[in-house]
């Protein structure tokens, strides 16, 4: 099923993965995606200029940032769900060796499949499959459903729960390096980008450039969800606001700011992807 030696920390973990899945194989038409905000920044430099430079989308125990919980460091909330769901495999690898975290687009919604993570996305190859692992639902809720490319149940399950959209997508971990001249078929981003230096840095990447329909809110229609994040997320998200609306844009020059803090922020986007797209609406 993966083409990785027998021994490696990734073949063992997608052989502990697929003891414990069920179903039969994967649609080959779905993709995974990996949902990220542009125009944040990894030790001081626009992350799609790091990953130009790097060619590859590397696991969150290197990076050291995520757009969840910061919890991988051996120890850690992650290290010990991977520990758990991966048999250890990796409890004594190098953090390179770790996997990078998606989501299976069972939906096939153009933003992707975990727009809780930010607006853009890289679309993985059909190929990705092979090498990754999945649950349902995010690994953080220490689920007990798993899948691999050739026994997937994952989907019918997600598909008859009735979760909050956000909280509506299959995970996937991706084992072994994803180089973006290989492994990706597009960067999918927001048009509130365009024209800008996100734009600009995203032709640096050896990947096709897509642009998905978009997310926006207006602050009247923020204002009508106080009780989805808390109303104090409201009253930040109308400050932020330019000519009444909301855009990926605006919040990330609020982010980057500095002004304000990034977990009330990162509600504020959770507002933004919730009731900004039709998508999810």
Not at 76 to 82: D, K, L, Q, Y
Not at 176 to 197: C, F, I, K, M, N
Not at 237 to 242: K, M, N, P, V, Y
Request: hydrophobic share 40%; glycine share 8%; aromatic share 8%.
């Amino acid at each position: 099923m993966s083409t990785f030696a027998a021994e490696t920390p990734q073949a063992r973990a997608i052989r502990h993965v697929a003891a414990r899945a069920a179903g039969g194989p994967i649609d080959q038409r779905l993709r995974t995606t990996l949902n990220f905000h542009p125009d944040r920044a990894v030790d001081g430099q626009p992350i799609l200029s790091a990953l130009a430079q790097q060619g590859a989308y590397r696991p969150q125990f290197v990076t050291g940032t995520s757009n969840g919980g910061l919890t991988a460091h051996p120890g850690g909330e992650r290290w010990r769900w991977e520990s758990r769901i991966f048999g250890g495999a990796y409890d004594e690898a190098p953090a390179s060796e770790r996997p990078v975290y998606g989501a299976l687009n069972f939906r096939r919604r153009t933003v992707g499949a975990a727009p809780r993570f930010g607006s853009a996305h890289f679309r993985l190859t059909a190929r990705s499959h092979a090498r990754s692992t999945f649950c349902y639902p995010d690994s953080f809720t220490e689920p007990v459903d798993f899948g691999v490319c050739q026994a997937m149940s994952l989907v019918e399950l997600a598909a008859a729960d009735h979760r909050d959209a956000l909280d509506d997508y299959v995970e996937a971990q991706i084992h072994g390096a994803v180089q973006l001249d290989v492994h990706v078929e597009a960067l999918v981003l927001d048009p509130s980008y365009r024209g800008t230096a996100v734009e600009e840095q995203a032709h640096e990447l050896p990947c096709p450039l897509e642009w998905h329909g978009g997310f926006r809110l207006s602050v009247d229609e923020l204002r009508r969800h106080p009780d989805y994040r808390g109303a104090e997320f409201v009253e930040l998200g109308a400050e932020i606001a330019e000519r009444g609306r909301l855009d990926p844009r605006i919040v990330g020059e609020a982010a980057r700011s500095g002004h304000h803090d990034p977990q009330a922020l990162k509600r504020v986007w959770h507002y933004l992807a919730r009731f900004g797209s039709a998508e999810l609406t």
